[in-house]
Structure formats: C-alpha cells, structure tokens
C-alpha cells in the first residue's frame, strides 16, 4: 500500500503545473484570502453534498455485509476485507490528500479525491470476485479526503460571519450522509441488484466533478516563486513522511481491525502493534526534523490543536459505539427478549432520523460557536452523546426508545462535529489548513476504529445461545452502552479545558505570499 501511497502523490506533484491548467479557470474571479463572493451559498451547498455522498459511499456495503460471500463467492472473513480495506485506504490517504491540498490548491485536490471514488465505484459495480471489490473499496477510501479538504476551503472563501455556520453544516454532511446511506442501500439490495448501488455511486461521483469544477473559484495565483522558480504553493511534499505515516497507520489499523480474528494475544496481532509504534516514532522523529512536514507535529503540539485532537477520538469512539450496538438491537430477533426483530431496511429507516438530524442541528451549532466560542459547541456536544447513552439503558426496549436515543446522540455528535474544523483552523497558519483538518479527521477515524475493536470485543464475550446461533446478550449491550457513555463524559472533560481562541481568531488570518512557517505561526498562534 505505501508503494501505491507514493505512487500516487508523487504523480500528483509532478502534474501539478498540468492540474492547475485544467482546473484553474482564469475568467474566474480569484480568491485571496477570507474575502465574501456572491457565490458563497452554492459553494457551502456543494461541499455539503460532496461530504453526504462521501458518506454514502462509506456505508454502502454495511447492509450487504451478512451477503458478500455468496455474491461473491469467498469466506465470511475474506470478505470482512472489503471493510477493511476502505478503512485502511482512508486513513492512509485523507492526512495526504491535506497536505496536497495545501500545496496544489484545495480546488484541484477536490476534484482529484473524486477521481478514485468513481473508478472504485465502477470497479465494484462489475466486480464478480472478492479481489476487485476489495481494490473498488480501497480505492473509494482514497477518496475520503473530501470533506476535510472542504472545510479547509470554506476559510478560503467566506466572509467570518458565515465560517462557523458553515463549517457545521459541512461536517454535519458525513451524518446525513450516513443517515441516508443505509436505508437507500438496503431498500436497493432487497430490490434491485446490489450492483446499482456503485452505478448510482459512480454517477454521484460525475456529477460532483462536474459540481466542483463549475461552482468552486479558481484560486489566485501565486505571487511569488521560491528560490528554484518553483510556484509558491505551500512548499515541497515530503515523501518519507507519507510513505513512514501510511506503513505505521497500516501497522495500527490492520491489528485493531483484524485482533478479533486473530487473536488479540497472537503473535501476527502482537507484532503490528509493536512495528506500529516503532515505525511512528521514527516518523515523528523525521518530522520534527524535516523543514516542510507531512504534519507539522510543532503545530499539532499546540494545547488548542493537541486537545482538540484528543477530544476527536473520544468522540469518534463515542459517535460509533452506538452506532454499532443500535443496528444489531434493532435486527435481534424478538425471541431473545431484548431483539427488536427489525428487517434490514426497516433497521435503516429507524437510524435516518438520527443521521439527518446532524443537519438540523447544524445551523444552532454554528450559532452557538458564534455566541459562545467552539469549545463551548465541543463541550455541549460531548455531553449530548453522553445523554443519549445514559437515556438508552432505560429505553432500549422498544423501537421509539431506540429513535429517541439516536436522536440525541446524533445531534451531540453533530454539534461536536461542527465545532472540531472551528478549534482547529484557529490555531493553524493559513497555509496548513488542510492538512490540519485532514489530521483531525483521522484522529476521529482513530477513535471510530479503536471503538469498533473494544465493542466487538465486549459484544462477543457477553452472549447467549439462540436456536443454535451465537447472539451478543442484553447486559453486553448495556456494557457497550455504558463504556460509550463514560467515554463522552471523558470527551466532555478534555474539551473543557481547551483553551478557548479570541473570536476573531476563527477567521482566516491572511498571510503574505511567500510568508515562511514564523510569519504564518505568528498570525495565528
């Protein structure tokens, strides 16, 4: 994969006067700096949908899941790859895909996400194995870089007043994009051909492309070039870096996925985990080291970014903890007592109103960072989904509970999902936006991950038998619930002693073209 992971950005970079040509309109008005366009409602509009697709692309194969070895004729555990391998992909390639969007423009790495979710959305649509639908997958993951990369470009190309609202909706997207994903593809799988499923995501794919190349602004040129006559874009890209982050993160999540199959105490499980950490710290090692970083690990150390950051996996760990538990309750047979005895598609309907609710609160949360400052957003969030788990132990019972406990918990984790980009772009320089926020995002894919492997765990020792068949039992349930609860509360205690940034820091602070990392830092630290 980090062969591939090289491959990829260095064709990037070394096409990167041939993507400005094709992307770049120069009729366009240009951007430079925060200042308001009339056009800044169609571009929000458009980097909501990019984000919602995104997610629906995420989620597509959840309800197919059970049915992947038979249509594609492999074992249930070969087949669990396909999830696996989006994870890995993603995680990989979002950091990157920041980084490259600092440095080619926001704009140009925009449209190039989209290039892999198409062709990995036609190449599962006619894949008849498991080996192509596992490189679709990964190839989707690629991709994942979009909604960090969208958020950065809002800094861009709002006036202040709008960024905070703004920033919410746009994050908001990845759950409505959930929301929606799974009823839309569990509807389609029960009655037409899976393979619709990744035509249809292929055509969103064109139609984003053609969205962002008509809506978003050119960028302004640069004004200066660097001593080399290399266009001042953002710097050179560190190759070692990428290449040392994608073989650690590999290392990481490959054992955190895999270590229920085999094993958490086998040597393969055991060995990752101890290369993992071997190989982060040499790259840590080299970034502090490096004049332009992957990561800038001097700005991540910052207590603003460093505690936000801590917060995101806490409540990415606590945003899918129980959207693990809520689907497996809801699909239980009645017979166990505690099984809501759901259809799969029903499932997705019951779930919907909890993703859409993201976007209904997504307008307060802006509103309240205004008002309030972000933390304050982060820290009312956190404490939302910890509601939502403590409601859920009483109401787990009956299919309404379970709506009203999504309901809740969905709408902290929007509120907490809108107020992270805002943390974040307040306390990094202009020019390291997207990479910035594409490190918060993985640090929320982190805790996604880490929260799947503890409730996959909890859920497969605490069971009951049922007609012959292995079932997670009610007091694993109630545990899962419990430990999601704590966790917020964890998160809640974090975001609470960020230090919260002046108001005005959470507009785009303009820097001087060719400006080095000490002007860019001093504008925003």
Request: with cysteine; proline share 7%; net charge positive.
């Given at each position: 994969m980090h062969i591939v992971c090289f491959v990829h950005v260095s064709a990037l970079e070394r096409s990167s006067n041939v993507l400005r040509l094709l992307f770049d309109r120069p009729r366009r008005p240009v951007i430079n700096g925060p200042a308001p366009t009339p056009r800044t409602g169609p571009i929000v509009a458009v980097l909501a949908f990019t984000g919602t697709v995104a997610a629906i692309m995420q989620t597509l194969v959840t309800p197919l899941i059970s049915q992947l070895p038979q249509l594609l004729h492999t074992s249930a555990s070969n087949a669990s790859w396909v999830i696996t391998a989006t994870l890995l992909s993603a995680a990989v390639f979002v950091p990157i895909s920041g980084r490259l969007g600092d440095l080619l423009g926001k704009r140009t790495m925009l449209i190039a996400s989209c290039v892999p979710l198409l062709l990995?959305?036609?190449?599962?649509?006619v894949a008849d194995s498991v080996v192509p639908m596992i490189a679709?997958?990964?190839?989707?993951?690629?991709?994942?870089?979009?909604?960090?990369?969208?958020?950065s470009l809002l800094r861009d190309v709002l006036p202040p007043e709008r960024l905070g609202s703004a920033i919410a909706l746009v994050s908001a997207s990845m759950g409505i994009g959930g929301g929606l994903g799974l009823p839309i593809a569990a509807g389609v799988a029960d009655y037409a051909s899976w393979r619709v499923l990744f035509w249809g995501t292929a055509v969103l794919a064109v139609v984003i492309i053609g969205l962002l190349w008509v809506i978003i602004p050119a960028p302004a040129p640069a004004?200066?070039?660097?001593?080399?006559?290399?266009?001042?874009?953002?710097?050179?890209?560190?190759?070692?870096?990428?290449?040392?982050?994608?073989?650690?993160?590999?290392?990481?999540?490959?054992?955190?996925?895999?270590g229920g199959d085999w094993g958490w105490g086998?040597?393969?499980?055991?060995?990752?985990?101890?290369?993992?950490?071997?190989?982060?710290?040499?790259?840590?090692?080299?970034?502090?080291?490096?004049?332009?970083?992957?990561?800038?690990?001097r700005v991540t150390a910052r207590p603003r970014v460093l505690l936000t950051n801590a917060a995101s996996v806490l409540v990415g760990f606590g945003m899918y903890a129980q959207a693990l538990i809520v689907p497996q309750l809801l699909q239980l047979p009645e017979a166990t007592g505690y099984g809501l005895g759901q259809s799969m598609l029903a499932m997705g309907l019951w779930m919907a109103p909890g993703g859409l609710m993201m976007m209904v609160v997504s307008p307060f949360g802006g509103k309240l960072s205004a008002a309030r400052g972000p933390k304050f957003t982060l820290v009312a969030g956190a404490l939302t989904i910890a509601v939502g788990y403590g409601l859920a132990l009483p109401l787990m019972g009956s299919t309404w509970g379970v709506l009203i406990v999504t309901i809740v918990c969905?709408?902290?984790v929007g509120l907490a999902y809108g107020a992270m980009p805002a943390?974040?772009?307040?306390?990094?320089?202009?020019t390291a936006t997207a990479s910035a926020n594409s490190f918060n995002t993985l640090m929320r894919s982190l805790g996604t991950s880490v929260s799947a492997a503890v409730m996959g765990v909890v859920l497969s020792q605490m069971t009951v038998t049922l007609g012959g068949h292995t079932l997670p039992s009610e007091g694993g349930f109630r545990v899962g619930l419990v430990i999601g609860c704590g966790v917020a509360l964890i998160a809640a205690a974090v975001a609470a002693v960020i230090p919260a940034p002046p108001a005005s820091r959470l507009r785009s602070v303009p820097v001087p073209a060719g400006a080095g990392a000490e002007e860019a830092d001093q504008a925003t630290a």
């Amino acid at each position: 994969m980090h062969i591939v992971c090289f491959v990829h950005v260095s064709a990037l970079e070394r096409s990167s006067n041939v993507l400005r040509l094709l992307f770049d309109r120069p009729r366009r008005p240009v951007i430079n700096g925060p200042a308001p366009t009339p056009r800044t409602g169609p571009i929000v509009a458009v980097l909501a949908f990019t984000g919602t697709v995104a997610a629906i692309m995420q989620t597509l194969v959840t309800p197919l899941i059970s049915q992947l070895p038979q249509l594609l004729h492999t074992s249930a555990s070969n087949a669990s790859w396909v999830i696996t391998a989006t994870l890995l992909s993603a995680a990989v390639f979002v950091p990157i895909s920041g980084r490259l969007g600092d440095l080619l423009g926001k704009r140009t790495m925009l449209i190039a996400s989209c290039v892999p979710l198409l062709l990995g959305s036609v190449l599962c649509a006619v894949a008849d194995s498991v080996v192509p639908m596992i490189a679709g997958r990964a190839l989707q993951g690629m991709g994942m870089g979009l909604v960090p990369i969208g958020i950065s470009l809002l800094r861009d190309v709002l006036p202040p007043e709008r960024l905070g609202s703004a920033i919410a909706l746009v994050s908001a997207s990845m759950g409505i994009g959930g929301g929606l994903g799974l009823p839309i593809a569990a509807g389609v799988a029960d009655y037409a051909s899976w393979r619709v499923l990744f035509w249809g995501t292929a055509v969103l794919a064109v139609v984003i492309i053609g969205l962002l190349w008509v809506i978003i602004p050119a960028p302004a040129p640069a004004a200066s070039a660097s001593s080399d006559g290399r266009p001042a874009t953002g710097g050179r890209f560190d190759y070692v870096g990428a290449i040392g982050l994608s073989v650690g993160l590999v290392c990481l999540l490959l054992p955190v996925s895999k270590g229920g199959d085999w094993g958490w105490g086998s040597t393969r499980t055991l060995g990752l985990f101890t290369a993992s950490a071997a190989i982060l710290l040499l790259w840590a090692r080299w970034e502090l080291r490096v004049s332009e970083p992957l990561v800038d690990l001097r700005v991540t150390a910052r207590p603003r970014v460093l505690l936000t950051n801590a917060a995101s996996v806490l409540v990415g760990f606590g945003m899918y903890a129980q959207a693990l538990i809520v689907p497996q309750l809801l699909q239980l047979p009645e017979a166990t007592g505690y099984g809501l005895g759901q259809s799969m598609l029903a499932m997705g309907l019951w779930m919907a109103p909890g993703g859409l609710m993201m976007m209904v609160v997504s307008p307060f949360g802006g509103k309240l960072s205004a008002a309030r400052g972000p933390k304050f957003t982060l820290v009312a969030g956190a404490l939302t989904i910890a509601v939502g788990y403590g409601l859920a132990l009483p109401l787990m019972g009956s299919t309404w509970g379970v709506l009203i406990v999504t309901i809740v918990c969905n709408s902290g984790v929007g509120l907490a999902y809108g107020a992270m980009p805002a943390l974040i772009m307040s306390a990094v320089p202009l020019t390291a936006t997207a990479s910035a926020n594409s490190f918060n995002t993985l640090m929320r894919s982190l805790g996604t991950s880490v929260s799947a492997a503890v409730m996959g765990v909890v859920l497969s020792q605490m069971t009951v038998t049922l007609g012959g068949h292995t079932l997670p039992s009610e007091g694993g349930f109630r545990v899962g619930l419990v430990i999601g609860c704590g966790v917020a509360l964890i998160a809640a205690a974090v975001a609470a002693v960020i230090p919260a940034p002046p108001a005005s820091r959470l507009r785009s602070v303009p820097v001087p073209a060719g400006a080095g990392a000490e002007e860019a830092d001093q504008a925003t630290a």
